[in-house]
């Protein structure tokens, strides 16, 4: 098919055509212009973010105990009964006066008048004089461990009755609690993760492209196509990533998962170069025909 075919046909159709194998792939550079490059790499990085976007909205609990192990342990059914007086009316907590137990270094309270004062900020904050602490106030919940994870936590806006609470159910309260918190937080620093990952892939697999230009060893002829086989070779690994992620989300995986596929991708890209580059000139060899 000659450039100028190649070129006239649309944007999806080139793409489309230069995905399904590296030979068309190579074929195709020199058609994307960098508007195309941008938006396919947009597109592609949207892709990689959607499993674990899923994966997020299906969470509605977190084990509290890979953050802090020891005050976790400490809750017990004594504790949790003292809240059973108490209810949450948008977003603050009502009901009774107080409660206070302590244990070698833990605090377990109720502290309505707002005795106890934290220091340190928010993941890190910390009770003076205790370890451990659990200590709800009117507006928020506090929770600290000897790890150095501390959280202020709010009620959130539903009116909660707590006359049944009990140990399990206050674990599973808190744990609900942080994670409507800091859910969006996580959700953030993991796509922008994505992100940085795939900039950096592909920026990296466009200079080595690129480098070839200078030894001649792949007739790449400017740094946009460069570009254009960068994204190229990405797509079907990156397509087997997600489709990875959709049955069983796992962030490692997937990037080992588009790393090797690209790996493989760029080279069977190159063999069919050199194969053509081999049969125009003749079965000739050169140094510059093997990488």
């Known amino acids: 098919?000659?450039?100028?075919?190649?070129?006239?046909?649309?944007?999806?159709?080139?793409?489309?055509?230069?995905?399904?194998?590296?030979?068309?792939?190579?074929?195709?550079?020199?058609?994307?212009?960098?508007?195309?490059?941008?938006?396919?790499?947009?597109?592609?990085?949207?892709?990689?973010?959607?499993?674990?976007?899923?994966?997020?909205?299906?969470?509605?609990?977190?084990?509290?105990k890979f953050l802090l192990p020891a005050t976790i342990e400490k809750i017990d059914q004594e504790f949790a009964e003292q809240l059973r007086v108490y209810q949450l009316q948008k977003?603050?907590?009502?009901?009774?006066?107080?409660?206070?137990?302590?244990?070698?270094?833990?605090?377990?309270?109720?502290?309505?008048?707002?005795?106890?004062?934290t220091t340190g900020e928010n993941g890190r904050i910390k009770v003076n004089g205790y370890d451990q602490t659990i200590i709800f106030q009117k507006d928020h919940f506090i929770m600290s461990d000897q790890n150095g994870t501390g959280f202020s936590i709010g009620y959130g806006k539903k009116d909660i009755e707590m006359k049944d609470m009990n140990a399990s159910k206050l674990k599973a309260f808190i744990a609900e609690r942080w994670l409507a918190q800091y859910k969006p937080l996580i959700m953030m620093l993991t796509l922008s993760l994505i992100l940085v990952s795939q900039l950096f892939l592909t920026g990296c697999l466009t200079g080595g492209i690129w480098i070839t230009k200078k030894s001649k060893m792949s007739g790449i002829k400017s740094l946009r196509e460069a570009a254009a086989i960068a994204v190229g070779v990405s797509t079907i690994p990156i397509f087997a990533a997600v489709v990875s992620g959709l049955i069983h989300f796992d962030l490692i995986t997937m990037l080992l998962i588009q790393s090797f596929g690209i790996i493989l991708m760029?080279?069977?890209?190159?063999?069919?170069?050199?194969?053509?580059?081999?049969?125009?000139?003749?079965?000739?060899?050169?140094?510059?025909?093997?990488?």
């Open 1 to 64: 098919m000659g450039t100028l075919q190649m070129t006239n046909e649309s944007l999806i159709i080139r793409y489309v055509k230069a995905m399904v194998s590296p030979s068309r792939i190579y074929q195709y550079r020199h058609t994307f212009s960098w508007l195309h490059i941008t938006f396919l790499f947009v597109f592609l990085t949207a892709c990689l973010m959607v499993p674990f976007s899923i994966s997020m909205m299906k969470i509605d609990h977190f084990q509290m």
């Open 91 to 117: 977003g603050k907590l009502t009901g009774g006066s107080g409660f206070y137990q302590t244990e070698k270094g833990t605090m377990l309270a109720i502290d309505m008048s707002q005795k106890f004062k």
């Open 266 to 291: 760029i080279s069977f890209t190159f063999r069919y170069f050199f194969t053509t580059r081999k049969s125009s000139q003749g079965g000739s060899h050169d140094n510059s025909t093997a990488i």
